[in-house]
């Protein structure tokens, strides 16, 4: 099985940091971001990869190679513009014919893929989404009132919790029919294409997942980190 990694983003919310290196190559303690990603799925038993690459590829390219030295196998999937997260997926397109793991490029997971790949096969789904179990408290009362008006009860900070995407995927090859070439295009628009058909999965893990999307998420995923692991990782 492949695992195709999404990693071809501007990281405009990352800048200046991203300005000379792709935000997939910003370090979390010693490592950069991909290879901790990399690390992540050959643990869960994924050793082929092809990282789609855009902006600034050649710093992902010069430090990876073909993946030997990380003890996976690498390819390239390239494009010479932004095409956000389904259409940077849709370049690795020749490069996959089984079911595959999709996963994005600016993000850290520590759930089981092994047991989500397992799910997606015995349901035989086209897609499996994993959904983390996110629990927020709202900063008002919240009111509930009748249809004529009349208040009929006041929830002072209510906790909430829902089911979110967190951008891992377990895939079948077909998906791509769904994606249009060479032009920009959200995942959310694929997987809505999919639910139309009732072909879509959740897996959903209460693990942690660190999603790192500006400077303020970056600095504590690498406090995060230290805390966790110490300064020499």
């Known amino acids: 099985m492949k695992a195709v990694i999404v990693a ?4 405009t919310r990352l800048r200046p940091l991203t300005l000379k290196t792709p935000k997939p190559m910003l370090k979390i303690g010693k490592k950069p971001i991909l290879e901790h990603l990399i690390d992540w799925n050959k643990k869960n038993g ?6 789609c690459v855009s902006y600034l590829r050649e710093n992902i390219e010069d430090y990876f190679k073909d993946g030997k030295k ?16 389904a259409g940077q997926l849709k370049t690795a397109e020749d490069f996959i014919d089984d079911t595959f793991v999709c996963v994005y490029g600016d ?7 092994r ?20 629990k927020t408290n709202l900063e008002y009362g919240v009111i509930d009132t009748s249809k004529t008006g009349k208040v009929l009860s006041w929830e002072e900070k209510p906790e ?9 995927y377990v895939m079948e090859p077909d998906v791509f029919r769904l994606i249009p070439k060479n032009k920009p295009y959200g995942m959310d628009n694929v997987i809505k294409k999919a639910m139309k058909k009732k072909l879509v999965s959740g897996f959903i893990t209460k693990k942690s997942f660190t999603d790192i999307g500006n400077k303020k998420s970056y600095e504590q995923a690498n406090l995060e980190y230290t ?5 020499k990782r």
């Open 8 to 11: 071809g983003g501007l990281g």
């Open 46 to 51: 994924v050793k082929s990869f092809v990282i």
């Open 70 to 85: 990380f003890g996976v196998d690498i390819e390239y999937a390239v494009s010479n513009k932004p095409l956000a997260t």
């Open 107 to 113: 993000s850290l997971f520590d759930f089981s893929l």
């Open 115 to 134: 047991n989500m790949i397992k799910q997606h096969k015995a349901k035989k789904s086209f897609v499996t989404m994993a959904l983390n179990e996110y």
């Open 160 to 168: 909430i919790k829902a089911n979110i995407n967190i951008g891992c």
């Open 227 to 231: 805390q966790k692991f110490g300064k």
